[in-house]
């Protein structure tokens, strides 16, 4: 009785996810929304943002919602807001986020000595590429994760709590 008319196949999900519809600032005013009112203990639903926020630092696409939900089943965390925490951070940034890991897993592996400068910088082998980008981006976005994960565990906690005490305050 109330479905839309058109028949929405998976190309239109899949252009709502790169590109909503409805514009990204309603998009997320929509997930924080969505987020702040899980009826669910205080400190789930926060830890579980956190996980999903953390997650989208992992340089490997796709695999962000299945990473923050692991990491939410691991800490008691909500699974919902995890997942919902992924979508933080739009695709389009994504790629700068993804450098950003690159850059600090090198400077990191350098400093410790355990970086090597692949052999052969013009090849383009898929073992060259894994040893010349993934292994330093993936280095640097364990070290962005452990230093994101408590931001956005006392940032989404203190926008949670405040949501929730103007709610309490409108309805009494």
């Not at 600032?25 to 953390?54: D, E, H, Q, W």
Request: glycine content about 6%; hydrophobic content about 55%; aromatic content about 12%.
């Amino acid at each position: 009785m109330f479905k839309s008319k058109k028949k929405r196949n998976i190309s239109f999900y899949i252009k709502e996810i790169c590109w909503p519809s409805m514009g990204w600032k309603r998009a997320a005013r929509y997930v924080a929304l969505r987020v702040m009112r899980l009826s669910v203990a205080s400190n789930a639903v926060p830890r579980g943002f956190a996980c999903g926020i953390t997650a989208s630092f992992f340089p490997v696409l796709g695999t962000h919602a299945l990473i923050a939900a692991a990491m939410a089943f691991v800490i008691r965390a909500n699974a919902v807001a995890a997942v919902l925490g992924t979508l933080v951070f739009p695709p389009i940034i994504l790629p700068i986020i993804f450098s950003f890991d690159f850059l600090v897993g090198k400077n990191f592996l350098q400093w410790t000595g355990l970086y090597i400068t692949p052999a052969h910088a013009g090849s383009t082998t898929t073992l060259e590429n894994i040893e010349g980008f993934m292994i330093p981006a993936t280095a640097g976005a364990i070290l962005l994760m452990l230093a994101v994960w408590p931001l956005s565990y006392f940032a989404t906690k203190k926008a949670i709590d405040l949501f929730r005490q103007h709610r309490q305050k409108v309805r009494p």
